[in-house]
């Protein structure tokens, strides 16, 4: 899933530099909180100049909302494209779960910014934010559907498709990317999960 | 499960006073942020003068520490109680999920906290509230070992246990407390995901 993105969705193109300025950007506010990071050091861990930063980025804030954004933007790109392939509706599900994990695994950092310094956003970006999880989890839903009309499932509460959900994206906090199970491991004991959930 | 604490288990009395004052802190620091407060404001929101205030906290950081730990011992005392009250694994996986959903539902500022501003605390600290949330888990997976002894249940991996507790965790990103559905409810849905997956 790590993948240099040409296009953020909004015909806007995204430099290799500024990728890299956005991963070494989310480490550091990862490692040691947003408002403690200044603009000098991002400057200095990505070996750019302050004039060539700034040519990449218009504003901290502004890095603070792409960094937010770029993981849930590749879900849902990532869950769209499962959604056109896969028409079963089981396999469907296995390819979202091991997708997502996948995704998680490979944005910890962001993941970590993201839950913890969404408040330093204005509401109009957080808002943004809450809009793009709530356009993941209606990937699921509509899988959940499909799975409804076709006879395979069973109906499903949102307050579980929530929880559900939850299972995923909490294991940011405990998640070690190289840790004994990979990702897609993981996304497959996931998926039996949810399977023995929404099932007839 | 809301009720003041006699004893934080270690001895140490907790006063009707200082409980107030830990709830005070975790709205304040849950709304703007650990680093965003100063003492004074939680002397004014406490209506509690300044000397009064540290005659009942020795630090803002002991406040953090009691804050981000308050939850889990509620919720490790309630768990050891459920699995010495209830001997049936099926029953006793429910009583844990209602708690669970229960003291999240009552926390939502202390978690908020926790999660957001862990990295504040020194290592040790750090670690001790680690060591919490491992003590709590080891409540499931003793209810989860002893459904496999008495043949109810079926092996769970633990990275499968990490994944339903996150289900309850990461709710709190989501719950209202004064919401639709009750955390009551929430945690019988809770129950049902976890036990389709663990059962035989």
Redesign the interface.
């Known amino acids: 899933m790590t993948r240099p993105q040409a296009d953020k969705g909004d015909g806007r193109k995204v430099s290799p530099t500024r990728l890299k300025v956005l991963q070494v950007a989310a480490n550091l506010f990862a490692d040691r909180?947003y408002?403690g990071v200044g603009v000098n050091e991002i400057s200095e861990a990505t070996g750019l100049g302050r004039g060539a930063l700034y040519y990449h980025i218009s504003s901290k804030e502004d890095l603070l909302y792409d960094i937010t954004t770029a993981y849930m933007s590749d879900l849902i790109t990532d869950g769209r494209a499962i959604a056109d392939a896969e028409t079963d509706p089981v396999e469907r599900v296995r390819a979202l779960s091991r997708a997502l994990m996948m995704t998680i695994s490979e944005h910890l950092s962001e993941m970590t910014v993201c839950?913890?310094e969404l408040?330093a956003l204005t509401d109009e970006r957080r808002r943004a934010v809450t809009g793009l999880h709530s356009d993941y989890q209606a990937i699921w839903a509509m899988a959940l559907a499909d799975g409804l009309t076709k006879g395979v499932f069973k109906p499903t509460?949102s307050?579980?498709l929530?929880?559900?959900?939850?299972?995923?994206?909490?294991?940011f906090?405990?998640l070690t990317p190289r840790g004994p199970?990979n990702a897609a491991d993981?996304g497959n004991?996931?998926a039996?999960?949810v399977l023995?959930?929404v099932r007839k």
Chains 1, 2 share one sequence.
């Open positions: 909180g408002s839950f913890r408040h509460p307050v579980v929530k929880g559900l959900l939850g299972m995923y994206f909490y294991s906090l405990w199970q993981i004991a996931f039996d999960v023995n959930s």
